[in-house]
């Protein structure tokens, strides 16, 4: 079984779900106690959070890629940066390591065309939403990604921060964004993209009028796979 190194923290309540997710799995398929072998460092989410506000990415991509060296050191196999938003900085993480950071965005965006989506809504935080990274990578895949309106983006970045990131999932907050994929739905979305590592708490992929793409529980995945690849070659031959 390989390491799975997680760049967590941020917020460590969807860490807490990466961390049960890619367990979880690892025992599914393997049974009896098995369990994934992970490394995790947590980052204190509060001095990200300031970097992304002053617009400072350079600086926290330097911040995470020497996280990322540091898993790889310690016997890290692949990394996962638990976090959508952070993405923007996967370049800088990758070419810190050796070894592959698996990227939540391609993944969802193979997700999305196994199942036959080409036009999805993404919910993320305004940074993700608004910043050309994720776009244009779906964009390479040949997806054509929504989003909200100024009001929605509005919504859902201070849904993420003020309200999932601490914990909190409130009813009023879930009506709300169900209306906003109600108007995408209406607009052409043929899906909908949890395109941040913390909207699962708050919605159900499931449960939406439109098909649902949770990029965490893909995500998760994605890593299991990879942990897991020697061993399901070894039993298939």
Not at 3 to 8: A, K, R, S, V, Y
Not at 120 to 147: I, N, Q, S
Not at 176 to 187: D, G
Request: hydrophobic residues 45%; aromatic residues 4%.
């Amino acid at each position: 079984m390989k390491t799975i190194g997680l760049i967590g923290g941020m917020s460590f309540e969807s860490t807490t779900i990466y961390y049960q997710m890619i367990n979880e799995a690892v025992r599914e398929r393997l049974g009896g106690l098995h369990s994934a072998e992970i490394l995790i460092h947590s980052v204190n989410f509060e001095s990200i959070v300031a970097l992304q506000k002053a617009g400072r990415w350079d600086a926290a991509g330097a911040r995470l890629a020497g996280v990322a060296a540091g898993l790889e050191t310690a016997g890290a196999d692949c990394i996962l940066i638990c976090t959508n938003t952070m993405h923007l900085v996967s370049e800088a993480v990758q070419a810190a390591v050796k070894g592959p950071v698996i990227h939540i965005v391609d993944e969802t965006a193979r997700a999305l065309k196994a199942a036959g989506r080409q036009r999805p809504l993404l919910l993320a935080t305004r940074y993700t939403m608004e910043h050309g990274f994720y776009t244009e990578r779906m964009k390479a895949h040949g997806l054509d990604v929504m989003v909200p309106d100024a009001d929605g983006r509005t919504l859902m970045h201070d849904v993420i921060f003020g309200e999932l990131c601490q914990g909190k999932v409130h009813d009023l907050s879930r009506d709300r964004v169900m209306k906003v994929i109600e108007t995408a739905r209406a607009q052409g979305a043929d899906s909908v993209i949890l395109g941040c590592t913390e909207i699962c708490l708050l919605l159900d992929p499931d449960a939406l009028p439109l098909p649902g793409f949770d990029s965490t529980a893909i995500h998760a995945a994605a890593a299991v796979d990879f942990a897991l690849a020697d061993i399901a070659q070894h039993r298939a031959a």
